[in-house]
């Protein structure tokens, strides 16, 4: 840029300034400086002439039909303007036409001719977009006294430029005319890359806006911003690892909406939903005794949330079709049970057991739950066999079922074989305790935590909420069977192992005794596997062809082969007395675990 260009462009911030400072419809001299500087970046991007770019995009909206009489007036301002300023004439010109035609207003208007123009629009339809975008369209609501939502206003897809000025809208349905198809009108690569992250801004912001909208609403399903009164299908999940495969899986399909219930009810006092202050509050003074207080602000916070959705939902779900999805989880069977024991006789609930339809596709896989599917195999699960329609009989058993398990009274609930059982809270003791044993404390050594937990969660069948077990952790430091050094407080600052039982057997108490047969539990488990792998490795090595070995690995063939036979044979020779040896090891170690589990117990 020469220095006369520079001069135009410092007069032409200081002519824009003074027209649009103090604006409050979205065209303030802010919104300016954002579009010049934006405009610079992409002209440098895209090889155009800075210059035109910068000065085309000061004077961009000072014509604008919103700041002037009409919008000729506007034109002859800056035409005028230009003169004065001593502009060139072609580059006169070439401003002009940019300005005539920038504005968005309705449809997309004629095309940009040149480059510099095609980057102007694009930096101010950039700046109508993301955070920025959705601030400035509040604002010009507000300038313009319109609402920021009203369900009564349909959304208009075809408009005219006068409709778009003066028609009804509300902010909300200009996200949808204006901000979320800007990014399929502009003009250059390097906008279209920039407008990636806005878009989706847009996308989050509508979400939590819907999300709460919904809070406690009756008339939701009617007034819901994002899905506008088209659903026809509810889906629902137990928890959001569900419901956000659900929502991928469902992403081009608008009339389907998910609903999150939450709350996992494998752990916790169940309570009778009639009276919702109470079972908010037993069920979270129950968590709030055990969890660490590290996890007490957001387990509460959680909860919370939950117990609204569980308030809400059923009620509102009674007119719609609902497809409930609950697999082999604890969890998910007991949210289907408590649902529809909350919305009695649903002409139209559907139940999908997607881990049940997968185990059934792909034998040798086992799944703990849906949560675990991501949205592909959702998506299987669905394609191979239609939802399961709910008779009343079927819903009538699972109410049965939900009374049955409150009147358990129970505090943590587990699967087997598809049935719901109450067992005792110290159900997972013994996998802890095990865990902390195989993982160091053998050696003495502590270990942190977090590990133990990740190590009992990762390896067993059922699932488990972490800080249960974390939970049970401290209760066992408490009973004096775990010791630990560090903080209680937060699982990451406090590591542990297994009580020390070096003293003679006369001298244990209880907690020793139970620490000592874990240890012994845990030999024998891994003797037992070790004899296993032993077995099956001696099977392999006297079933294999010897002859074929060795001509794979020589061409003396035969040496080799009558070598290895030969060696085959002193093995097995060693082996037989081996595995009887330690199989009377292991007799002998489940009779001291037995002598164990029988001696009485001190009070
Ligand atoms: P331009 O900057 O192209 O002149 P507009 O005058 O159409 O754009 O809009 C200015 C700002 O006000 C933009 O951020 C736009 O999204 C917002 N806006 C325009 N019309 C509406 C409306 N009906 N409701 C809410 N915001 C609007
Ligand atoms: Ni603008």
Excluded at 48 to 55: I, Q
Excluded at 145 to 157: E, F, H, K, N, V
Excluded at 576 to 585: D, I, R
Aim: glycine letters at 6%.
């Amino acid at each position: 840029m020469n220095a006369m260009q520079c001069h135009i462009i410092q007069q032409a911030q200081d002519f824009a300034r003074a027209v649009h400072d103090g604006d409050s419809s979205g065209h303030d001299w802010w919104h300016i400086q954002r579009v010049a500087r934006i405009a610079k970046i992409l002209a440098r991007l895209e090889g155009a002439n800075t210059y035109l770019c910068e000065l085309s995009a000061y004077l961009h909206d000072i014509a604008d039909e919103k700041l002037n009489e009409s919008k000729e007036k506007g034109y002859k301002r800056v035409k005028e303007w230009l003169m004065q300023t001593g502009v060139e004439a072609s580059d006169q010109e070439q401003v002009l036409e940019i300005i005539s035609t920038m504005s968005f207003s309705g449809g997309a208007g004629r095309p940009m001719l040149t480059l510099e123009g095609q980057i102007v629009q694009d930096a101010d339809r950039l700046d109508a977009m993301g955070a920025i975008g959705i601030a400035r369209s509040f604002a010009y609501a507000g300038w313009k006294g319109q609402s920021m939502y009203d369900p009564a206003i349909p959304l208009r897809t075809e408009m005219t430029r006068e409709e778009y000025r003066k028609g009804k809208s509300s902010v909300i349905n200009h996200f949808y005319e204006k901000l979320l198809i800007l990014s399929g009108l502009l003009n250059t690569e390097s906008a279209r890359l920039l407008a990636n992250g806005k878009h989706q801004e847009v996308e989050l912001f509508l979400r939590a806006f819907d999300k709460e909208w919904a809070m406690g609403n009756e008339s939701y399903l009617h007034e819901s911003p994002i899905h506008r009164g088209q659903v026809s299908r509810v889906h629902i999940a137990f928890d959001d690892s569900t419901a956000g495969s659900l929502r991928m899986m469902l992403r081009s399909k608008p009339g389907e909406m998910v609903v999150t219930l939450g709350d996992d009810l494998m752990v916790g006092p169940l309570v009778k939903d009639q009276d919702f202050s109470r079972s908010f509050a037993v069920r979270n003074d129950w968590f709030q005794k055990r969890y660490s207080p590290s996890h007490r602000d957001e387990n509460r916070l959680l909860l919370m949330e939950s117990a609204v959705n569980w308030l809400t939902w059923p009620q509102l779900l009674m007119e719609w079709p609902c497809v409930i999805w609950a697999g082999n989880a604890a969890s998910e069977q007991l949210g289907l049970r408590r649902l529809l024991s909350l919305m009695p006789d649903h002409p139209h609930a559907m139940l999908v057991d997607a881990t049940r339809i997968l185990q059934e596709q792909t034998s040798h896989i086992t799944y703990r739950g849906t949560f675990e599917l991501d949205s592909d195999k959702l998506r299987m699960a669905l394609d191979a066999a239609d939802p399961v329609q709910l008779t009343p009989t079927d819903q009538v058993d699972y109410r049965a079922d939900w009374e049955r398990l409150m009147e358990e009274d129970g505090v943590l609930r587990v699967l087997q074989a598809g049935v719901l059982r109450t067992v005792p809270e110290s159900y997972f003791d013994a996998e802890i305790l095990q865990a902390a044993y195989v993982l160091d404390a053998r050696e003495g050594l502590y270990r942190k935590s977090a590990r133990i937990i990740g190590e009992v969660i990762g390896k067993g069948e059922v699932s488990i909420s972490d800080s249960f077990i974390e939970s049970r952790v401290r209760h066992l430091i408490r009973q004096g069977i775990l010791t630990y050094t560090g903080e209680l407080d937060a699982m990451r600052f406090y590591s542990v192992s297994l009580v020390d039982v070096s003293k003679p057997e006369d001298q244990w108490n209880n907690t020793q005794r139970l620490a000592n047969r874990v240890k012994i539990q845990t030999l024998l488990e891994e003797m037992m596997e070790i004899q296993l792998l032993e077995r099956r490795i001696m099977d392999q090595l006297t079933q294999m062809d010897t002859a074929e070995l060795g001509q794979l690995v020589s061409e003396e063939a035969e040496s080799v082969k009558n070598g290895m036979q030969a060696c085959i044979q002193e093995l097995m020779l060693t082996y037989k007395p081996h595995m009887e040896q330690q199989t009377s090891v292991i007799t002998l170690l489940s009779d001291v675990r037995r002598r164990l589990d029988a001696a009485p117990s001190e009070p």
